[in-house]
């Protein structure tokens, strides 16, 4: 079936906007998008019009978890069929809203992706990345939950490793999922409850473990990074995209130049984190404020 829609304004993705612009779809395949007219003649196809039309667009971090509350306590607490369900719901509308490509940095997605590909569940095509990698004790730890309780539940949104082994072992058990990003938390967080968002977690030698090791399957890691020793960290051990970097400064943005690494800020979820302070808990609140308040100096 070919489709064709009629623009007051077509973005094609290169080059300038187009004023009276035309899409023609035969069926799955874009078989023309520029001036309505230079567009072929289809007399027989199904016609839309649209004020705007633009390629669909990239979310590039995102987590598809299903927990509606900011608690990290939640994670443990809700059955993963339900977090799972709920997903799918955001998933949906996150198509709906114009993304087409996904980069989930930790949670169900990546799991979803197939049911997804073969029309089961609407959604865009995810990238993802499976379980975060997380030092004990650090941003993915659950700190109000024994650490021996938390060994038995599996929480599958992220995993414990210290050492290299561990953390090679965590990063192959996420390519055997067909991860296509690794994720690491490198410094700490704010929705967790012990740890400083500027210190660095993983060591030196451990952040250079998992990048070689994702290297040695094509894939680049994504860190988790709010201070600036973590980042640093993260940079020299081959890391390629910072996620947040709150405290980047001067040196940390000419590293990064450097390497050809790329930044993913994420103030949306500062904001939209700030409005949702009567359900987080009080340690979390803090240190949101305390990066919220970095942040806006920019």
Known sequence: MTTRIEADLLIPGRGEPISRGTVVLDGPTISYAGPSAEAPATPDAFVTEAATVLPGLWECHTHFTGIPTPDLLDIVTTPAARQAARAAGDLSR??????????????HGLLIQPAIADGTVRGPTVYGAGRILSTTGGHGDIHSVPLDALALIDVELGTLCDGV??????VRKNLRM?????KICASGGVMSEVDHPIHQQFSDEELRAI???????ERIVAAHCHGKPGIMAALRAGVMTIEHGSYLDEEAAD??????????PTRYVIDALLEQGDRMPRYAFEKLN???AITSRR
């Open 255 to 264: 590293l990064m130049l450097e390497l050809d690494a790329t930044l993913v």
């Open 290 to 292: 305390m990066v919220a």
């Open 211 to 217: 990048v070689d090791e994702a290297a040695r399957a």
């Open 178 to 182: 067909n991860a296509k990003v690794i």
């Open 94 to 107: 996150t198509l709906d809203g114009g993304v087409t490509s996904a980069r989930e940095v930790g949670g």
């Open 165 to 170: 082994p561990e953390c090679i072992k965590a």
